[in-house]
């Protein structure tokens, strides 16, 4: 659905993009970058609203940039907000549906059924002058999808939005994804994220650093030891045992907890098997286990901080 291949995009001096070769699919893909990694540059090239200054960027196998061919079969929802306070929010995605390539007899219910979806429906015919941030971010979400796009490019989508609807707009895009869309979704709430998709791509001063699957990336990752948290009862009886393990670094207590330790592993999954078997034969119980690094925060502090 969309490549780009040796793309790169200078401002004059400074570096916006820099060689960046990638392909994103159908699914959900989360773009991630500190400020200034270069993910609004490579949403613009994207969604053609600039060309690269080298490479190439292809949507559908086309250049998106003033291409309304390819341009109608993307949904885009910006971070910044742009809207005609003085329209409702159903005149506004009507507006954006029409201008988007809709016929104007699908006009009016392909914008119901999107307003419907983010769920303002009940506020749909008041003016958008006096909604509240959610409420903007909503039909702003609402826009992007009216014309029923191929692609949806997602730029803090979750913006303002309270925690209902922060659950209910990752909900949707989710579902979205399952009906075969492409969705790529600009964020720096990486544990929302996380919820959402496994497969993302890393922006580093215009570089890309990784892209993958999380939990791939981050098996390699082997200079920098697993933790793992465990509770449970006799703590101090067991984990000994643990130490006997060619691949178990060091254990260290919690000062806090008696039955709390945390072990660090340099194979967690050869870790995870052998834990779960020494367990079950001592008929141990445990009431917590879980690792601390196998997130994709983990992954970011990693990958950017080395």
């Known amino acids: 659905m969309i490549e780009l291949v040796g793309a790169s995009r200078w401002y004059g001096q400074v570096i916006g993009l820099n060689d960046v070769t990638c392909t994103i699919g159908p699914g959900i893909t989360a773009l991630l970058g500190e400020n200034g990694a270069g993910k609004s540059t490579m949403i613009k090239m994207i969604t053609g609203q600039l060309r690269p200054t080298t490479g190439e960027v292809r949507v559908f196998g086309h250049v998106p940039f003033a291409n309304r061919t390819v341009l109608k079969e993307i949904g885009y929802c910006p971070e910044t907000d742009s809207y005609y306070d003085q329209m409702t929010g159903r005149q506004f995605v009507q507006l954006m549906a029409r201008m988007s390539g809709l016929h104007s007899k699908a006009v009016r219910d392909a914008a119901n059924s999107a307003i419907e979806n983010v769920g303002m429906a009940e506020r749909a015919d008041t003016l958008i002058a006096g909604y509240s941030k959610g409420m903007r971010q909503r039909i702003k979400i609402a826009q992007a999808l009216a014309h029923d796009p191929k692609m949806l490019i997602m730029d803090e989508p979750l913006n303002g939005l309270d925690p209902i609807g922060r659950r209910e707009m990752k909900e949707l895009l989710v579902r979205l994804a399952g009906e075969g869309k492409t969705v790529l979704i600009s964020s720096h709430i990486l544990h929302e994220v996380e919820q959402m998709t496994h497969s993302i791509l890393l922006l580093h001063r215009g570089r890309l650093l990784a892209r993958g699957d999380i939990r791939e990336i981050r098996s390699l990752i082997d200079r920098h030891p ?81």
């Open 226 to 306: 697993h933790r793992v948290r465990v509770a449970m009862d006799g703590a101090r009886q067991f984990a000994p045992r643990l130490l006997e393990l060619p691949y178990v670094l060091s254990i260290q207590f919690d000062r806090n907890d008696p039955q709390m330790f945390e072990v660090q592993t340099t194979e967690p999954d050869r870790f995870y098997s052998k834990f779960a078997e020494i367990v079950l034969q001592d008929g141990r119980r445990v009431e917590e286990f879980y690792s601390p690094d196998n997130n994709l925060e983990a992954v970011f502090k990693y990958l950017v901080t080395g």
